[in-house]
């Protein structure tokens, strides 16, 4: 069974303090490791989607990267428009699963200017 | 671009009532999926469905059902509400490598 545990549950930062945010999975056979933001009230949001160890991805103040066993969500000079709830997910290896996706608890980030 | 499309935004159901919540996507993907977001965790997944006219059981399906008459929608109904279901449920369609999600329905059975 597939299995995402993210770290920290949440995490408090001032504006430009640069911090990290891990997701450790278990999966037979990964198909993609993706990355949503979540704001309170709607629905999940597209960041990244990686496939192999090795993998990095950007996009504006949000890097993310991949090994065999875990991801990170680097955020580097976070400013207060980055507080959400980042969730990580799993991609099931089996095609007749319907590419479903396992997530992880989220960790909840609260950057203070 | 409307995307993923849930009816309604709030509901207030009594224990033992039913409800069906609706959800349409406009983007012709075969995968849809149902998943319920309890307070401070992650999603669970409920049903899901690779096409019109199949569906299958996710991680928590009991008291819940589907159906997937066309590509475009994918309700889900509630049987015989309980407090247990108090949730935000969220339905999501996607092609290989991206999921769309709703903005979610917001449940809560008293």
């Known amino acids: 069974e597939d299995q995402v545990t993210q770290s920290p549950e949440a995490l408090r930062l001032q504006e430009g303090e640069s911090s990290s945010l891990n997701c450790s999975y278990t999966?037979?056979?990964?198909?993609?490791l993706f990355w949503y933001r979540q704001d309170p009230g709607k629905g999940p949001e597209f960041l990244f989607t990686?496939?192999?160890a090795g993998e990095e991805k950007e996009k504006e103040r949000l890097k993310a990267t991949l090994t065999k066993k875990e991801s990170f969500l680097h955020i580097t000079a976070p400013k207060p428009e980055d507080s959400a709830t980042y969730l990580c997910?799993?991609?099931?290896?089996?095609?007749?699963?319907?590419?479903?996706?396992?997530f992880g608890g989220g960790t909840r980030v609260l950057v203070k200017p | 671009n409307a995307g993923v499309t849930q009816t309604p935004k709030f509901r207030i159901l009594k224990i033992g009532q039913s409800m069906t919540l609706q959800c349409a996507q406009d983007?012709?993907?075969?995968?849809m999926y149902w998943y319920r977001q309890d307070p401070g965790m992650g999603l669970k997944l409920i049903y899901y469905?690779?096409?019109?006219?199949?569906?299958d059981k996710g991680e928590v399906p009991n008291g819940y059902n589907v159906s997937r008459s066309t590509t475009e929608d994918f309700p889900l109904r509630l049987e015989l509400a309980a407090p247990s279901q108090t949730s935000v449920y969220f339905c999501?369609?996607?092609?290989?490598?991206?999921?769309?999600f709703g903005q979610g329905t917001r449940l809560t059975v008293v």
């Open positions: 990686l496939y192999s």
């Open positions: 469905s690779v096409g019109a006219g199949i569906t």
């Open positions: 999966v037979s056979g990964l198909r993609g």
């Open positions: 999501a369609s996607s092609y290989p490598g991206r999921a769309f």
């Open positions: 997910a799993v991609q099931a290896p089996i095609k007749a699963a319907g590419n479903k996706l396992t």
């Open positions: 983007m012709n993907h075969n995968y």
